[in-house]
């Protein structure tokens, strides 16, 4: 959409909560009112992900203590509530990634941060009653996917308010922080699981053996307010821009491009591999350490790869995304190996700390890696409008700009739901693996395979010297 003759000034109060006028990339403009409405829009989208995050991996927590309180699922059942939350996430994405340019970031944030509200009391109730029947614990499960499709959308959403020179910084923060759920989550619900935190609104305690008891509800009640709160804050604080308006048509125009295919492919092993690690990291201690109480290392992994994210994405503008990339899976590749360096194996009883020192260095790269992908994807795009409106007319040129956004967007959010898929294969190869082979090691050697195919894919078309698109 044109500027008229005396465009609106961003952020003024009178405008509302649709922004007509959105030039990131002017400088002046950026200078005067553009970098305030974006910086409070991200500080608002962060905290709604972070929800979005806590409530999507809450089952890879409460899994462990489910059948302490008198449920009696199999082990395997138990992978499947800890993996069902990331496969109805990631095929949730997949609509979400197309969401804020037809609804606008505002709405849809509030919206859809709102909906968590349904599995975290739902989940509250049902732990509360031990007849509750798998079949119901499984459509929790699948509801808590709902925060796993925010993701695509608040992604896509922050793209829009940042010019190309930061956009790996703020999709870093957005994304970084936003991930700390997961961790926060694997933190606290520990902590408040063991106290009567809302009592007896709450409900009663489940009784333990020696005397102990266990709030397991509060795991999701906890989240309740938050998320309230954070639905009122996102509609009335964020901003919908009216130049990121596009049908889902014009999106889709993503499914013929080779970029988009290839970055989905990347993203898949560096976030689907942070997700899927962190859903199956607690199981996956409980079944391979059975003296180690999970919960109180499992935050550990999630909460590193959160941090480090925007380190990913401030490395990639400084050094250009595909060689941070390139060399991230290099590292990955040395963490898997690492962890079959420390599993048991033959009878041997594998060492604990060994096996969550490289887990440890294995989420790190994860951030790495999610940061500098996600770095390239509105580089690459923009590069390609660019070569197409070589030559062309100052207004052709705008449109080529305004059209690598909107396409990139729409990548960032697609890619994004691609690679949760990762919360769902990751536990459930561990679960696969060790039914057919008693351990865990042919699912790791399967990433490591994965991860080579991934160097293949960077180094040859973004890498390299000639590559199709260098970035």
């Given at each position: 959409?044109?500027?008229?003759?005396?465009?609106?000034?961003?952020?003024?109060?009178?405008?509302?909560?649709?922004?007509?006028?959105?030039?990131?990339?002017?400088?002046?403009?950026?200078?005067?009112?553009?970098?305030?409405?974006?910086?409070?829009?991200?500080?608002?989208?962060?905290?709604?992900?972070?929800?979005?995050?806590?409530?999507?991996?809450?089952?890879?927590?409460?899994?462990?203590?489910?059948?302490?309180?008198?449920?009696?699922?199999?082990?395997?059942?138990?992978?499947?509530?800890?993996?069902?939350?990331?496969?109805?996430?990631?095929?949730?994405?997949?609509?979400?990634?197309?969401?804020?340019?037809?609804?606008?970031?505002?709405?849809?944030?509030?919206?859809?941060?709102?909906?968590?509200?349904?599995?975290?009391?739902?989940?509250?109730?049902?732990?509360?009653?031990?007849?509750?029947?798998?079949?119901?614990?499984?459509?929790?499960?699948?509801?808590?996917?709902?925060?796993?499709?925010?993701?695509?959308?608040?992604?896509?959403?922050?793209?829009?308010?940042?010019?190309?020179?930061?956009?790996?910084?703020?999709?870093?923060?957005?994304?970084?922080?936003?991930?700390?759920?997961?961790?926060?989550?694997?933190?606290?619900?520990?902590?408040?699981?063991?106290?009567?935190?809302?009592?007896?609104?709450?409900?009663?305690?489940?009784?333990?053996?020696?005397?102990?008891?266990?709030?397991?509800?509060?795991?999701?009640?906890?989240?309740?307010?938050?998320?309230?709160?954070?639905?009122?804050?996102?509609?009335?604080?964020?901003?919908?821009?009216?130049?990121?308006?596009?049908?889902?048509?014009?999106?889709?125009?993503?499914?013929?491009?080779?970029?988009?295919?290839?970055?989905?492919w990347l993203y898949l092993a560096t976030f689907g591999s942070f997700i899927g690690f962190a859903a199956g990291f607690p199981m996956l201690i409980k079944t391979q350490f059975p003296g180690v109480d999970p919960l109180q290392f499992a935050f550990l992994g999630p909460l590193v790869g959160a941090l480090v994210r925007p380190l990913g994405g401030w490395l990639a503008d400084k050094l250009g995304g595909a060689r941070v990339t390139l060399w991230n899976f290099v590292l990955m590749i040395a963490a898997v190996f690492g962890v079959l360096a420390f599993i048991p194996v033959a009878g041997t009883e594998g060492n604990f700390y060994g096996f969550l020192a490289m887990f440890m260095l294995l989420f790190v790269t994860t951030g790495i890696g999610n940061g500098s992908t996600f770095r390239m994807i509105p580089v690459i795009f923009r590069t390609l409008h660019e070569r197409g409106s070589i030559g062309q007319t100052a207004a052709v040129n705008e449109q080529a700009i305004k059209n690598a956004g909107k396409e990139a967007a729409a990548v960032l959010g697609f890619s994004s739901a691609v690679a949760a898929y990762g919360a769902f294969f990751i536990p459930k190869s561990f679960g696969t693996s060790m039914a057919l082979t008693g351990g865990p090691q042919m699912a790791l050697y399967v990433f490591i395979g994965f991860y080579v195919s991934c160097i293949g894919v960077t180094w040859w078309w973004y890498s390299r010297k000639g590559a199709e698109v260098p970035c």
């Open positions: 959409m044109s500027a008229t003759k005396n465009p609106p000034v961003a952020g003024q109060p009178s405008q509302g909560p649709v922004i007509h006028d959105w030039r990131p990339e002017d400088p002046h403009f950026w200078g005067s009112t553009g970098k305030q409405v974006a910086t409070r829009n991200l500080w608002i989208s962060i905290p709604a992900l972070l929800l979005a995050f806590a409530v999507w991996m809450v089952w890879s927590a409460v899994t462990v203590r489910l059948n302490s309180i008198g449920f009696t699922f199999t082990n395997d059942q138990l992978f499947w509530l800890a993996a069902l939350p990331g496969l109805s996430g990631a095929t949730l994405r997949i609509f979400y990634s197309f969401m804020v340019p037809i609804f606008g970031g505002r709405r849809w944030t509030a919206l859809s941060t709102a909906s968590l509200l349904l599995p975290a009391l739902w989940m509250g109730f049902a732990v509360q009653d031990t007849s509750t029947t798998y079949s119901v614990f499984v459509i929790i499960a699948l509801l808590c996917g709902f925060g796993g499709g925010n993701f695509a959308s608040s992604m896509a959403n922050i793209s829009f308010f940042y010019p190309k020179s930061q956009q790996g910084t703020a999709l870093g923060l957005n994304a970084g922080l936003g991930n700390l759920g997961v961790s926060v989550m694997q933190f606290s619900v520990p902590l408040v699981i063991g106290v009567g935190l809302f009592g007896a609104v709450g409900g009663q305690a489940q009784e333990l053996g020696e005397g102990s008891q266990l709030w397991l509800q509060n795991a999701g009640f906890i989240w309740v307010p938050f998320i309230i709160a954070v639905a009122v804050a996102a509609w009335f604080g964020m901003n919908d821009l009216s130049s990121a308006k596009a049908s889902f048509s014009e999106q889709a125009v993503i499914f013929k491009r080779k970029h988009n295919w290839l970055m989905c």
